[in-house]
């Protein structure tokens, strides 16, 4: 099925301990969004790209990095995992820049940081 | 810049009562407002979307919601609730991408 994938869906880290948090979409979309969530906070954005070769920070991008080397692949880079880190990640894309159409998003990453 | 305040972290309904899930947002121009359903150990999967054409929308699963410019307001409502309708809701708002902003969620409990 068309869609976004993530994997892992589930991950345990050590603290200083780094990973990548893989997303690809199948849909063409040049927008792709990693956002956050934490109990009772909502969804925060941490990284956006507008097509490949593009990225840029979002409201919380400290202690992560990202990539687009191609239309399908957003991949999410933690550098020396921090107990903050303790969250769940979703992907997510668009085709409009404008987010009309409303954001696609994947079945998410369960990070725990221990 | 753009918020999004739902009202209730928890709202209970009986299987057949009616629901409401509140929702209020600020921006400084005319808005997109979209709500979202997210069930257990899933992604976020969108509801319904207002986009400044009709003020009452209608979504999947029989849900609607009206966008309310004086009251700042775009609150979901279903006639009767159904006991897969228990998840969590978020309503959220975009004024230019890529900043949308999403509140803190909504879940609703469905009591037979």
């Known amino acids: 099925n068309a869609g976004v994938t993530q994997t892992p869906k589930f991950r345990i880290l050590k603290i200083g301990q780094s990973m990548t948090l893989q997303c690809a979409q199948d849909?063409?979309?040049?927008?792709m969004y990693w956002y956050r969530q934490d109990p009772g906070m909502g969804l925060k954005l941490i990284y956006y790209?507008?097509?490949?070769?593009?990225?840029d920070k979002g409201e919380v991008p400290n202690g992560y990095n990202v990539s687009r080397s191609t239309t399908e692949d957003f991949p999410l880079r933690l550098e020396l995992a921090a107990p903050s880190q303790t969250s769940v990640y979703f992907c997510?894309?668009?085709?409009?820049?404008?987010?009309?159409?409303?954001?696609?998003f994947g079945s998410g990453t369960r990070l725990t940081v221990v | 810049a753009q918020s999004v305040t739902q009202l209730g972290s928890h709202v209970s309904v009986s299987e057949g009562a009616l629901v409401l899930l509140r929702c209020n947002y600020s921006?400084?121009?005319?808005?997109?407002l979209f709500w979202y359903v997210q069930y257990p150990n899933q992604g976020l999967q969108l509801l319904l979307k207002?986009?400044?054409?009709?003020?009452l929308v209608k979504g999947i699963n029989g849900f609607e919601a009206e966008f309310k410019k004086s009251e700042t307001s775009f609150h979901l409502t279903k006639p009767s609730a159904h006991m897969s309708d228990a998840a969590e809701y978020f309503c959220?708002?975009?004024?230019?991408?890529?900043?949308?902003?999403f509140g803190a969620g909504t879940r609703l409990t469905v009591k037979p």
């Open positions: 790209s507008v097509g490949a070769g593009i990225t």
């Open positions: 207002y986009t400044s054409a009709a003020t």
């Open positions: 921006s400084s121009v005319p808005p997109y």
């Open positions: 959220a708002v975009s004024e230019s991408a890529p900043d949308m902003r």
């Open positions: 849909m063409n979309h040049n927008y």
């Open positions: 997510a894309s668009t085709p409009d820049l404008t987010g009309v159409d409303g954001y696609t």
